[in-house]
């Protein structure tokens, strides 16, 4: 049995072998932000961070070690709130956990602080019955949406907007992509009320 | 699109053995092992190591052999792997793998055996073996 399948197998019959797993990508993941963020602020000694924090260097020395523990909830709001950043914590599936891990680098980790969070200072919110986007799309990609549970989810977006949730679309930009070949598809958003707006 | 993987991961080998797969088979625990993948995993993609979580430098005799250490934590331990960097570009040679609490290493001759090691490596004495990163769990 290879490596991957004999893990896979102890992940579906062990709570601690999953236990464990989840515990190492955060263990990582989590003081390899803290990092990356201290080292990109205007505060890239721990001894800015911990005064900033109101914590002790040596405990902002111990979270960015590689499977800091006591790591709360608790703590990490206080990191944030000292980068002028927000924290999500949130359960997801064991595939999406991989691909967090597989897709982070700490080299292009950033986050927008709080003083230039355009988006949530100055945010545009839709009231009306209906709002109607258009997304490009290339040929034989995946639809862009669908409905779930009354709301609308984007699963692929290509150019001219991101996706955050089913309940929140960000525009990032408002240009059309130069590779587009399709001709815009539109979509209509059926609890518009529920859908946030954000102009760049 | 993944980010890219700046840096490859070898452990010594002397004389056909690996001490360091004999250090991760036999001394690490299931969370020791999946938090040593996990480091090594998202280390290789920070370019620049000084910015390497864990990374440091250490002092004295250490430093003499250019070597360097990654700590990480699991399992309640302080875990601790000197390695030095290979001949090949953006290569990373794990040496050997302890742990400790305060100045008491386990083993004790850990120092002793990373500099050896690193002196064998630099002597051609020695071999390397490439450490593979576990991109698919």
Redesign the interface.
Known sequence: MSERSNLISKLKSDLETRASYIKAKLGVLVPSQIRALRLKSDMPRQADLAQASKMQQSRISMFETPGAANLTLETLSRIAAAFKVGVVVKFVPFSEMLDWENNFSQDQFNVVKLDNDRAFLNPQVVTSQAATLSFYRRPGARPVAWRHSGTVSIDYAIGDFSTVTDRNVQVVHNTSPQESIDPTFSMTFFSPQQVHMSTP | M???VYWSFADYVEGGRNPIADWYANDLS??GR??F???L??TG???SHV?W??FKFPKGELRKHRIWQL????D?RQ?RVLGVFGSIRRQAVLLVGCYHKGKVYTPPDAFDTACKRAKALSEKRAATSERKI????
């Not at chain 2, 576990?134 to 769990?137: A, G, L, R």
Request: glycine content about 8%; proline content about 4%.
């Open positions: 993944n980010p890219a299931d969370d999946m938090q993948d996990a480091l995993k998202n993609k920070i370019e910015q979580s864990g700590d990480f934590l699991a309640g875990y576990k991109f698919n769990i």
